[in-house]
């Protein structure tokens, strides 16, 4: 699989169909639009960098980059830059703070929503420089600049080159075990998911009418699930984008009735709300053609249950799995996988090798043997910020990354999640760590 040397964001701006035109991203609970015009984007980004290295005597030169940090509301407001670093849920002080202490983060950019927590944080970091806010204004008392007025503020010049093989994005996993770790994703791990996924065989942008898919979403766009895997790739496949900041029954039933989306990016626990409630009828998802899962495995039961709602055999219920640590796919299900593969991740994406071993010996096993998953590939993380041991502990000497998930492969090599080895718990498709896996829980101010 070739992979193209470039950064992320000429690769979804300027995506080689030359369909990127005006994209329409709707945020379905307040019909506000927003359109995507790839050369006024871009010149956006550029006056932004340039203004942020003028504010900051030079941040952004350092040979990784530094440090800003967006916070964890859905916006369509969403900037490229050196370095973006989504966090994770729940948004205590303490953790935030926690997670920019360890990245390293000079520039918070966030909503006048969470101004009050980024000015709270900001100064007690070392070598904090400003606060960016997306639809505020200028209060230089608390050294806050509004995002219009630094994209108007006229500061022009070359920008420099960037190497793919650089830090791009930091988003924040608790990997296999303990306290959540800054996962380093290069460009060219970003990159090269998005170009694995182009496979025919895998995905197309149009729907069954011929048509560019409209795609209904509510999973946040700062964990990589949703960043690299849904955004990125609508973004670069043409396709409409319904979002929702945040979830309730109402907002989302409004929103398949109000845009009947052709296709639907789901974790378990949205599918088993569209299966389950009552609210939610089989008209409310006449549209929708296509069903992508992720972030935790479905059950054959909910699978079952969620094609009886529906009564259309059509409908392409597909699933995949990754992690933040492989940005994010490494397996995924072929449009035309035969329905005795329920209950099946997919195959191994273009590029990605894998292979099972025993949690005993280490071994390599065979089919319908169940044991360690293990991959590798060009879209596997650099390793995590300031951690050399856990990033050894996770990838080892060959490069194969260690997922800490049991699993087997049937004979036509598509991949069955069956347990989890790793010292977490998944809720509503987050990752959690058992408090008691780390004893720095302790330092905690609600455990004094």
Known sequence: MS?????????????QNGILSLLPINLGNNKRQYTINSSHKLRRTE????????????????????CSKIPKVNLVEYIFKDVEDFLEDPALVYEIRRQFE???VKVII??????????????????????????????????????????TAGHESELPGINPQELALLPYSSGTTGLPKGVMLSHYNLVANLVQGDHPALTSPYDNDGQR??????????????????????????????????????DYIKALVTYR???????????????????????????????????????????????????RPEVLIRQGYGMTESAPVTFFMPNLTPPSKLGSVGIPYPGTEAK???LSTGEPLGTHQSGELLVRGPQLMMGYLNNERATAETID?????????VAYYDEDGYLYIVDRCKELIKVKGNQTSFISSDPSYEAHPICG
Not at 115 to 129: D, F, H, K, N, W
Not at 281 to 293: C, E, F, G, K, P
Not at 400 to 405: I, K, N, R, V
Request: with cysteine; glycine share 8%; hydrophobic share 40%.
């Open 3 to 15: 992979v193209l040397r470039q950064r992320v964001a000429p690769l979804v701006q300027n995506p």
């Open 47 to 66: 006056r932004l960098t340039n203004t942020l290295r003028h504010l900051s005597g030079g941040i952004f030169k350092s040979p990784l980059g530094d």
């Open 102 to 104: 360890n990245a390293g």
């Open 110 to 151: 966030t909503v006048p929503l969470l101004l009050e927590v980024a000015t709270t944080i900001g100064p007690t970091l070392q070598g904090y420089r400003s606060t960016i806010c997306i639809g505020g204004e200028d209060d230089i008392s608390k050294n806050v600049h509004g995002l219009e007025s630094l994209l």
């Open 213 to 250: 898919f409209k795609v209904l979403t509510v999973l946040p766009f700062f964990h990589i699930y949703g960043f690299n895997g849904i955004l990125s790739i609508c973004i670069r496949n043409g396709s409409h984008i319904i979002t929702i900041p945040r979830f309730t029954p109402e």
């Open 261 to 311: 989306p052709t296709s639907l990016f789901v974790v378990p626990s949205l599918l088993l709300f569209l299966a389950s409630h009552p609210a939610v009828t089989a008209d409310h998802l006449a549209s929708v053609q296509a069903v992508q899962s992720g972030a935790a495995p479905l059950s054959e039961g909910l699978l079952q249950k969620f094609r009886e709602k529906i009564n």
């Open 356 to 358: 099972i071993i025993s």
């Open 397 to 405: 000497e060959d490069g194969w990354l260690h997922t800490g998930d």
